[in-house]
């Protein structure tokens, strides 16, 4: 599976779109781009994913780029609530097998 | 409800003494792994198991044993716990191992300390 390269930490103010990159550019084209967050130490909560398109769920958007060497989650109108960790996985199409996480980034928002 | 269901929640015990983490999920999930969590390392995945009777390693299986006997669960044993093997553990589950559009349910986590 491809590995994914994310900043370790990042602000933004309450109320404000937070958008939080990632690379993988060695994804392959059967590959999704998933995203969790976890809260303080409990379990991890998905969050959305996607292959090739943009998608939008109840929680966040997800931009994957042309390429797809890259995406962006955004989360449209951040909360208090929304400061996390924020994991950007990439899996491949035959299922999870080996399943690589990353130290993620820490997502602060700030009132 | 469905969910992924880890007991103990919390266990402190001493080296050497064996112990077992248990991990139940409700949702017929074919795809189990476990995982372990300390400061700085982020997830790292300790065995993952496709489906009844097929496990595999993941990428810090030392010292660590599992068994997929059941559909429903997947228990962790640690034989001779050690020190080392104190940390934040995380049981997840998801519905087809097949399928790369599945994502992952995970369980509350279990804090070991082991003295």
């Known amino acids: 599976d491809a590995k994914t390269t994310q900043p370790p930490s990042m602000d933004c103010a309450e109320g404000r779109a937070a958008n939080l990159p990632c690379n993988h550019s060695?994804?392959?084209?059967?590959?999704?781009v998933y995203w969790y967050r976890q809260i303080h130490s409990q379990g991890p909560q998905y969050i959305i994913h996607?292959?090739?398109n943009n998608e939008t769920n109840e929680m966040a958007s997800l931009i994957i780029t042309e390429d797809r060497k890259s995406s962006t989650l955004i989360l449209p109108h951040a909360t208090l609530r929304d400061t996390a960790v924020y994991y950007c996985?990439?899996?491949?199409?035959?299922?999870?097998?080996?399943?690589?996480f990353g130290t993620g980034t820490k997502l602060q928002v700030i009132p | 409800e469905a969910q992924v269901t880890q007991n103990p929640r919390y266990l402190i015990t001493v080296t050497g003494k064996k112990l077992t983490v248990t991990c139940s999920q409700n949702?017929?999930?074919?795809?189990m792994s476990w995982y372990r969590q300390d400061p700085g390392l982020g997830l790292r995945q300790i065995y993952y198991?496709?489906?009844?009777?097929?496990?595999d390693k993941g990428d810090v299986p030392e010292g660590y044993k599992v068994s997929r006997k059941e559909k429903r669960n997947f228990p962790l044993i640690l034989e001779s716990p050690s020190p080392n093997q104190t940390s934040l553990y995380f049981c997840?589950?998801?519905?087809?191992?097949?399928?790369?559009?599945?994502?992952?349910?995970f369980g509350d986590g279990t804090r070991l300390s082991i003295l």
């Open positions: 997840a589950s998801s519905l087809n191992a097949g399928l790369g559009n599945q994502p992952q349910h």
């Open positions: 060695t994804i392959s084209g059967n590959e999704y």
């Open positions: 996607g292959l090739k």
């Open positions: 996985i990439v899996k491949g199409a035959r299922g999870y097998q080996k399943v690589t």
């Open positions: 949702m017929n999930h074919e795809y």
């Open positions: 198991s496709m489906n009844v009777e097929v496990t």
